[in-house]
């Protein structure tokens, strides 16, 4: 350090959830790492749902803990109700989720980060970006704090979240601010604009929180936890926190009155917000006006924590005002009499549409500038921890000179979610959905560790303790298909015998005394592999296929404008996301076909003609490793 100015491989700005796996999976790497956020006490908060996973979601948390993140203990150790969603349904939609104790989750984070080696966790707020200018070429040095200090490294990932430009709304009344008791970063968006960087605006909102003590709780349903809660990483043996029940009540057609009677005062209806929110995740207000024919909707009383009476009411997300939201509680039946702790409001922010990144989420118009999280368009923790801990790793990574490594859509939901960001963009806050993987069986949340850990491994993304525990599995797992397929029962091989739907693993087991010895976890894994199999087979096969097509490459700098028969728009689209590949091509909206058998048979007609135009192949910065 010289007069203020600070050295570093790698700077992360942000300590929410894309912003910790980042600053994390760098510094696991070997990278010195600074982590600078505005208040070490809200590192990792939530700033809505207190709820990690859920469905697609719940998936991702166990893909960034099987890479060696943070998320998945973090659950496991605060969380106060584990349940396994779709257990009705086949194994690729089983999706984890747990309530969190709010306040004990963001401890556990923030004692992760401070006590990782090669991280420094800063409170600083980053007003500038520093950027070197070559000719046409431009790499970030660094970042300015308030107060002047200057932060220099390389590489820089920013995971600002809902901050930039933030403005919240409850009824008329507007405050500046990225959450609520929380300032906005305005130097920030006006850095990314002075440099080229395109910014769209989106909104989300929060619903009120009421006091437990003022509930009653007679008159609405119990929802407990599972019996055998299962944890979300692959590292944690048992769950040692005492689970708490939530409750689930409804709105009626009084509640439904009210708000319509007060439509023109909500700012998403008087014109007072303009930007688009997730659909998915609608306002109460919005839910009235689409479904006016229904005169109910779930809300689900969800507890913040041990310590607190705080209790988060989920499905009623609201931004109308102050005295519409205290009129409303008292005519919903076990609400009341109950006081509201914090109002319900909707933040509308700045993000930088995403088709800007390559899929390893850093700039293509700034080398060494990484994006992660809300930033880039999506919505969630689990989406914000996915992004972030492939951004810190590759931020990393660049740091060292090598390539980077993005997982592909059949090997990740998180390899889903970069595909679909940087290739398609999107036009309101993304979530991930299971239907948005194509291979949904391969992409199950009990296997993330057989499709991730390796990988993480030879990156060395992972403890040697994570790795032995992995070894460990395989080779239960080895061990029971042995035992399975030179056992017999009623003549039939015994891996053949559990092959039928009816079979279970206890039968098994009662049948075969050696499987009594195998691991629960790796006894799941030999069931769904044998029964499954003729599935997961053809779904390796279209994989096959698919990358057939995939590894059809289109050079990076290639001019769609030499296609002469291409349409204006598919000119347009292409070369603003320049795809790598034919089928990332096809996956950006509004592509057809018939755009996609053109450029193939261009790309064909160039590869039987070797004179191609010197340096029209440079190298490609994303590509793919191991
Ligand atoms: P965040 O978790 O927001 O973290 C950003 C971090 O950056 C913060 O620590 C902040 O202090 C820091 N920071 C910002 N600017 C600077 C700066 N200049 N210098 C230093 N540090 C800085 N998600 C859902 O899935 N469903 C919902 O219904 C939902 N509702 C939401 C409602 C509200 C009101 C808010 C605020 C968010 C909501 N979210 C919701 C989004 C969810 O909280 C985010 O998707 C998730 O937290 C994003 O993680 P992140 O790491 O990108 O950003």
């Known amino acids: 350090m010289t007069d203020n100015i600070y050295h570093y491989d790698v700077i992360v700005i942000g300590a929410g959830h894309a ?13 010195k790492t600074a982590l600078l956020t505005n208040n070490l006490d809200t590192v990792g908060q939530m700033s809505c749902n207190p709820a990690i996973g859920g469905v697609a979601k719940g998936q991702i948390v166990r893909e960034v803990d099987a890479l060696g993140g943070l ?31 709010k306040k004990a989750y963001q401890n556990y984070v923030k004692y992760q980060i401070e006590s990782q080696d090669h991280l420094d966790l800063r409170q600083e707020s980053v007003e500038d970006l520093m950027v070197i200018e070559n000719g046409t070429e431009r790499r970030i040095g660094g970042v ?9 490294a390389d590489n820089v990932v920013l995971t600002t979240g809902t901050f930039l430009q933030a403005i919240m709304h409850t009824g008329e009344a507007k405050t500046a601010g990225g959450r609520a008791g929380e300032g906005t970063t305005a130097g920030i968006s006006g850095a990314l604009q002075r440099l ?6 989106f909104k989300t909102g929060t619903p009120p929180r ?5 509930i009653d709780y007679q008159s609405v349903e119990e929802q407990p936890g599972d019996d055998q809660p299962q944890p979300f990483s692959y590292l944690t043996g ?29 700012p998403m209806y008087s014109g007072q917000i303009n930007s688009r929110g997730p659909r998915y995740c609608p306002s109460i207000e919005d839910k009235v006006v689409r479904f006016a024919d229904k005169d109910g909707h779930q809300l689900f009383l969800e507890p913040e924590g041990h310590q607190t009476q705080e209790v988060y009411v989920n499905g009623i997300s609201t931004s109308l005002p102050r005295d519409v939201q205290d009129k409303m509680f008292p005519l919903i ?26 899929s390893h989420l850093e700039s293509k118009s700034i080398h060494g500038l990484f994006f992660a999280g809300q930033i880039n368009g999506t919505t969630g923790y689990e989406e914000a921890a996915g992004q972030g801990l492939i951004a810190g790793l590759n931020a990393a990574r660049k740091a060292n000179d090598l390539d980077p490594w993005v997982p592909t859509r059949d090997q990740a939901y998180i390899g889903v979610l970069l595909d679909d960001l940087v290739t398609a963009g999107t036009d309101e806050p993304y979530r991930m959905f299971t239907s948005r993987a194509e291979y949904r069986l391969l992409l199950r949340q009990d296997n993330a560790d057989r499709r991730l850990t390796p990988i993480a491994n030879e990156l060395g993304l992972i403890t040697e303790q994570r790795n032995l525990r992995f070894a460990h599995k395989m080779s239960q797992i080895e061990l029971a298909m042995k035992i399975l397929k030179k056992s017999r029962i009623d003549q039939t091989a015994g891996d053949t015998y559990l092959r039928r739907p009816e079979v279970t693993w206890d039968e098994m087991c009662a049948s075969i005394a050696e499987l009594r010895e195998i691991d629960a976890e790796a006894a799941q894994q030999c069931v769904y592999d044998i029964k499954y199999e003729g599935y997961v087979t053809r779904q390796k096969m279209e994989v096959e296929k698919q990358q057939r097509l995939a590894t059809k490459r289109i050079p990076t700098h290639f001019d769609y404008h030499q296609i002469k028969p291409l349409r204006s728009e598919a000119k347009e689209k292409l070369t603003r996301v320049r795809p790598k590949s034919l089928d990332q091509a096809k996956r950006i909206s509004g592509i057809t076909p018939a755009d996609i058998a053109l450029v193939l048979a261009h790309l064909e007609q160039k590869t039987k003609k070797p ?14 490793h191991p």
Request: contains cysteine; glycine residues 8%; aromatic residues 6%.
């Open 210 to 214: 009421l006091n437990a003590k003022t």
């Open 144 to 152: 300015r704090v308030r107060g002047g200090a200057e932060y220099r």
């Open 611 to 624: 004179a191609v135009t010197p340096g029209a192949e440079s190298p490609d910065p994303s590509s793919s």
């Open 196 to 201: 080229g960087i395109e910014i769209d605006r």
């Open 71 to 101: 998320m998945g203990q973090a659950i496991d150790a605060t969380g106060i109700q584990f349940r396994l969603l779709n257990r009705r349904k086949g194994p690729a939609m089983h999706s984890p989720r747990a309530q969190a104790d």
């Open 333 to 358: 039946p076990g609400l009341e009499n109950a006081t509201i702790m914090r109002y319900g409001y909707a933040v509308e922010y700045d993000f930088c549409p995403p088709t800007q990144l390559w």
């Open 238 to 266: 048992e769950l040692s926190l005492e689970q708490l029940p939530c409750h689930i009540t409804y709105t009626n057609a009084q509640v439904h009155e009210l708000i319509r009677a007060n439509l023109d005062r909500a």
């Open 19 to 31: 912003g910790t796996e980042a600053a994390a999976a760098a510094a696991r790497l070997g990278a």
